[in-house]
């Protein structure tokens, strides 16, 4: 017996499949040179995306990074519109203006992603405080990368949301490169959690491959914050498959390393894996699955393809309200 | 021994590897800080095999703490070094505004005492969006106790690195992304560039466009498409912003008494409005119309190309300017 049910784990995968699809489409897209400025591909990191946004209630608040596709598709964006808005596309969630690094929908509960590393806990700290001050049952989640955690600003946001009490979940997308940096190169005192106990809110360090063990501690945080108990950190270490950035092929990881995570730890293998063991799933709902997947996303490029560019005569539109003079 | 293969000129990039190279063996206090720059030679392979050459005491990777690689900058040069603070994109000093505008730039007001800090950053549109196409350069420029260098091809880069290397005071040293891999000539390793010395890139008779950086390109297109219509027209680069060639900038306006000042930064508060502003003070009587001004719109930059392409001064835009200048 199990004790997920049947129509999360058909989500969950489902979703972690969408993001894989998305996200090895989007990589050849870019090559193709259809994507102008290239993307941060999110493939190998789908079970922190959709083990957190799972846990959180649709109106609940995201403040993310430049590597976000999988968060936004994970909060249940459209492979359309993010896949418009890479091509920079008007019918693009950021109507074509933000590109890969700039996807996001307040109205939706996404504050953005960011090309400012480092920037998204604070938007989100600052929605948190904006709940609280509503007195709003939601929570607000910021996604941090293991080399977003050396700045300052980063802990700064922490810290007030330690002392306020704030209905913030830091997330920590540890995927345990910063561009060619390998984490521990650059993190004084080791686990990244340990930073969180000295500021005094609850931090673990978990597997971030496993969808359901992020769910379950995003779900403890989200009590926590929803309860006026404050913030918690997340540590979710993760790998990404990819380079930095669309291209890249750097030396400085083995490819035996990321064939280890590849074959030994994927996201989707191991939870299809436990999801067929414990009787969730079957093997055709799973080719099914993938099946629907890519016509989703096949669906997404034609969309894109297809959709007109911004009108240049809009660039001055939305500078300012218009009270300050802008159009 | 600089990474271009043979017979080739090395490219924007490579030339400031060679000019750093060259400084280092002459000042061992030298050093780079800055994120992936070991390994990758940093983003735009800009000191891509100095470590191999000369150790990791001259090329120190780090976390991505903006803040505290400007404060390690400037305290280890307030210490007697003189490092090169590599910010990536200049977009990212904005995290270390504090430590650049109130604490780099102060000190020697404050204290008396040298500042030899270089803060590296490329700078300028391209493709990547609002958060990765930011002109900041107005901004530093307005910022006393600050020079800013701004070359736009790979002489300029050498001379001008090597120039700040040797600087007493804190430089800003913005490389424009679009100029990455444009191959030249450079200079040898006693060919410095002074601060505040403009440089002609073309003589003209009938009017002047004064700029810097990859708005030097845009003038030389636009060059040549006036120059088919009999249009002769001068291109003066800045190569710093400051110290500003004020003599260079009065003598086109005396000369042509027809000018266009030009960059890619928002126009409004701009140092393109300092430069119209104070030679027309300085020589009123010699100008036979207002000068022009082009820039950018006062909006942030779009990820999409075409409205980033836009924002910025086309050739068009740039020809239509000096066609203006020209009918006074
Ligand atoms: C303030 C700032 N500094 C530097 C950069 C350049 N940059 C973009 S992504 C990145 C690495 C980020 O690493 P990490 O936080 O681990 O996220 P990941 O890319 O691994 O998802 C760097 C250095 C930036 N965008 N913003
Ligand atoms: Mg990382």
């Given at each position: 017996m199990s004790n997920l049910s049947k129509e999360w784990a058909h989500s969950s995968l489902r979703g972690m499949m969408l993001i894989r699809e998305f996200e090895e489409t989007a990589d050849k897209l870019s090559l193709r040179?259809?994507?102008?400025?290239g993307i941060h591909n999110s493939s190998g990191q789908e079970a922190v995306a959709v083990g957190v946004l799972s846990a959180l209630d649709p109106l609940d608040v995201i403040a993310t990074t430049h590597r976000s596709h999988h968060h936004t598709l994970a909060k249940g964006f459209s492979a359309r519109e993010v896949m418009a808005e890479l091509f920079t596309k008007?019918?693009?969630?950021s109507r074509g203006r933000g590109g890969s690094m700039h996807l996001g929908d307040f109205h939706r509960g996404h504050f953005g992603g960011n090309g400012?590393?480092?920037a998204g806990v604070g938007i989100a700290m600052g929605a948190a405080l904006g709940i609280q001050q509503r007195g709003d049952a939601k929570v607000s989640v910021g996604f941090v990368g293991d080399g977003g955690v050396n700045t300052g600003r980063t802990w700064e946001a922490i810290n007030m949301a330690v002392i306020w009490k704030l209905p913030l979940i830091v997330i920590i997308?540890?995927?345990?490169?910063?561009v060619e940096t390998f984490v521990d190169r650059v993190?004084?005192?080791?686990?990244?959690?340990k930073r969180g106990e000295g500021f005094g809110l609850p931090s673990y360090t978990i597997n971030g491959q496993d969808v359901v063990e992020v769910n379950e501690y995003t779900a403890k945080a989200r009590q926590r914050a929803l309860a006026g108990e404050g913030p918690t950190i997340i540590n979710a270490l993760t790998y990404r498959y990819?380079?930095?950035?669309?291209g890249e092929k750097g030396q400085y990881r083995t490819q035996d390393e990321i064939l280890d995570w590849k074959t030994n730890r994927d996201p989707i293998d191991l939870f299809i894996a436990r999801a067929t063991s414990e009787g969730l799933i079957t093997d055709s709902e799973v080719a099914a699955l993938r099946d629907d997947v890519k016509k989703e996303v096949e669906d997404a490029v034609d969309f894109a393809e297809k959709s007109p560019q911004p009108d240049l005569n809009s660039i001055l539109v939305d500078v300012d309200s218009g009270l300050l003079g802008g159009k | 021994m600089t990474t271009s293969t043979q017979n080739q000129n090395p490219t924007y990039s490579e030339a400031f590897q060679s000019g750093v190279r060259e400084e280092i063996y002459r000042n061992r206090d030298i050093f780079i800080l800055g994120t992936?720059?070991?390994?990758?030679?940093g983003h735009f392979a800009q000191v891509k095999g100095i470590a191999q050459e000369f150790g990791f005491q001259h090329v120190k990777d780090s976390p991505i703490s903006e803040a505290a690689m400007v404060s390690a900058g400037l305290g280890a040069a307030m210490y007697g070094l003189h490092p090169i603070i590599d910010l990536?994109?200049?977009?990212?000093s904005l995290g270390a505004m504090d430590e650049i505008i109130n604490q780099a730039a102060k000190i020697r007001f404050m204290f008396?005492?040298?500042?030899?800090l270089v803060i590296r950053a490329t700078s300028g549109t391209?493709?990547?969006g609002a958060h990765h196409c930011n002109s900041l350069e107005s901004l530093f420029a307005h910022t006393a106790g600050l020079a800013v260098a701004v070359p736009s091809n790979a002489w300029d880069v050498k001379g001008l690195i090597k120039t700040a290397l040797r600087s007493p005071d804190p430089v800003i040293f913005l490389m424009h992304k679009k100029l990455s891999g444009v191959r030249g000539e450079i200079g040898d390793e006693n060919t410095l560039i002074p601060f505040g010395k403009a440089r002609t890139v073309k003589e003209g008779k009938h009017a002047a466009i004064i700029t810097y950086g990859f708005t030097v390109v845009t003038a030389q297109k636009a060059a040549v498409a006036l120059a088919s219509e009999g249009i002769d027209v001068e291109i003066i680069d800045l190569?710093?912003?400051?110290?500003?060639d004020t003599d260079a900038i009065n003598s086109a306006v005396q000369r042509f008494g027809r000018v266009v000042v030009a960059d890619e930064?928002?126009?409004?508060?701009s140092i393109t409005a300092e430069i119209a502003a104070t030679a027309t003070e300085a020589n009123f009587g010699s100008l036979k119309g207002p000068i022009v001004r082009i820039g950018s719109v006062r909006a942030p930059i779009s990820a999409n190309p075409g409205m980033s392409e836009a924002a910025i001064p086309s050739v068009d835009a740039m020809i239509a300017a000096v066609k203006k200048v020209v009918a006074y």
């Open positions: 040179g259809k994507i102008p400025g008007s019918t693009g969630v400012i590393v480092g997308d540890n995927n345990q490169y910063a993190t004084g005192g080791g686990d990244i959690a990819y380079g930095h950035n669309v | 992936d720059l070991i390994e990758r030679g990536n994109f200049i977009d990212f008396g005492q040298p500042v030899p391209a493709l990547g190569r710093t912003l400051y110290p500003l930064a928002p126009m409004f508060g």
